[in-house]
Structures are given as C-alpha cells and as structure tokens.
C-alpha cells in the first residue's frame, strides 16, 4: 500500500526554515530579501536542466516527474500478512496440488510479483529455474531504478558547479568595475549568493532524494527476496509451519542492522529451500 511519506516535504521545509532562520537571526529583513536573487536562481536551475538535456534522453527525462514523486511516497509492506499468504497457499498445494492454486490465484493473491512465481511453479518449472527467472526480475527492477534514479544524482553533480559559474560571472562583473570600493563589499556577497542555491539545491533536495529513493529499491529488492523464497517453499511442498517459520526469520530481519541484513538475507538466500 502506497501512501504519501510526510518525512520527504517536512525534511525538505525544515531545511529552509533552518536556513532562512540563520541568515534572518543574524543580518534581519534586510538580508533575507538580499538572499532573493532571480538571476541567481535562473542560473543554478537553468544551468542544471541544460546539463541534464545534454547529458540524458528524452525518454529518460519525461521520467523524472514520476520519480521525484516517488521519493514523496512510500510503500508500506505487511510482512506478516506476506507470510499467511504464502501458508495458505503452501497448505492448499500439499492438499489439492500445485494445479489447484492457478483458479483463484488472482482473487487469493494482490501482488503480481507473486501470482508470477506461483503460476511459474504451477507449470512445472525446477525451482532453481523458478528462482532464476524471479532474479532476474528483481535485477531488472534494481537497473530500472537506478537509471531513473541516476537523473537526479546527476542534478545534484551539477548544481554547485553551476552555482560556482553563477559565482564567476559575477565576479567578473564585479572586477570590471573596481573604480567605487564601496561595492565591492555588496558586490562579493551576490557573487557567493548563485554557490550557495546551487549548493542547497544538491544538498537538501538532490542528493538525499536520490538516497531516500535507493533505500527504497533496497527494500523492495528484500520483500521480493522474501516472496521467491515462499514461492519455492510452496513448489516444493514444504511443510506449512516450516515454510512459515522460516519467513518469519526475515520479519525479525527488519530489527536488525542494515548491513547485518544485508550480509545474513544474502547467506539465507544463497542455502536453497
């Protein structure tokens, strides 16, 4: 179940108010609006699509919108509901045999991920071969998420070079007309203004969007771990209690630490049914 992840946009506005309280708690009004530079901000983000435009196709780039959206949503799993489903199933194939799950397959199962694996299960496939197939999917996932992701690391490549060239030109502004000292002083800080957007941008938007979005590859990548595992455990006629204890080792995954995880589902996954 998908639902919007408020942790994105608070981040994301408790980054500002923490920068716009900084410069306001130390200079006031007056440089909170000194902070507002159009030019500055036309620099940083037209220099960061032009980048992009050059650097990805079109197709790649109509797909930014849904990413981003993506990085405001999150998916909820029930892995304990994931479980029971994978004991009734394995309860009604040792009964009635593997045949008789296909008929109620889509009214007994939500995820297609799963409904694949049973049904690849169903039509007599080893369970290496099952395994090697629903890999497969899990991979092409992964690549397909890291490509869409990829756009946005980019941006956030992209954003503080181009806030440095926004700093340049206004500097070379700034040093053709040295005859009034007393700019030069206003003059420095609008040229350091364009490096700090471009440096916001990638820091508070880019780059931990782009972190948020691989953490949730990773764990989709695991859930999916999980359903290849119930699916062989149902193909092969595992017993139901079994099957079910062993998925509940990876429900007590999620209290343990990232790497350990990692390192432990990979070792799990590796030994078979």
């Not at 993506?70 to 009604?92: I, N």
């Not at 080792?249 to 630490?257: L, N, S, Y």
């Amino acid at each position: 179940m998908k639902k919007l992840d408020m942790l994105t946009p608070v981040g994301l506005i408790l980054g500002l108010v923490v920068v716009g309280s900084a410069i306001y708690l130390n200079a006031g009004t007056d440089a909170v609006i000194l902070f507002m530079q159009l030019a500055s901000v036309f620099i940083v983000f037209g220099g960061v699509a032009a980048a992009l435009l050059v650097n990805f196709s079109g197709k790649e780039l109509m797909r930014l919108p849904t990413i981003v959206k993506q990085g405001f949503r999150r998916h909820e799993y029930d892995l304990q509901a994931l479980s029971e489903t994978f004991v009734m199933l394995s309860k009604k194939a040792r009964k009635e045999g593997l045949l008789a799950l296909e008929p109620q397959l889509d009214e007994d199962v939500e995820d297609p991920f799963i409904r694949k694996g049973v049904r690849l299960a169903v039509d007599g496939l080893e369970p290496e071969m099952i395994k090697d197939i629903l890999m497969a999917e899990v991979v092409s996932m992964e690549e397909r998420h890291r490509r869409g992701r990829r756009v946005i690391e980019r941006a956030g490549d992209y954003a503080p070079a181009w806030g440095m060239v926004g700093t340049l030109v206004a500097l070379v502004i700034m040093l053709n007309d040295l005859d009034d000292p007393a700019t030069l002083g206003p003059s420095m800080a609008l040229a350091m203004l364009t490096t700090l957007y471009g440096v916001i941008l990638a820091s508070l938007f880019c780059n931990p969007l782009a972190g948020k979005l691989e953490n949730k590859t990773e764990t989709e990548a695991f859930v999916n771990q999980i359903m290849i595992e119930g699916v062989i455990g149902v193909q092969s006629g595992q017993n139901p209690q079994i099957l079910e204890e062993k998925l509940r080792a990876f429900i007590r995954e999620k209290r343990k630490p990232e790497y350990e995880v990692a390192q432990e589902t990979a070792a799990f996954v590796s030994q078979g049914p």
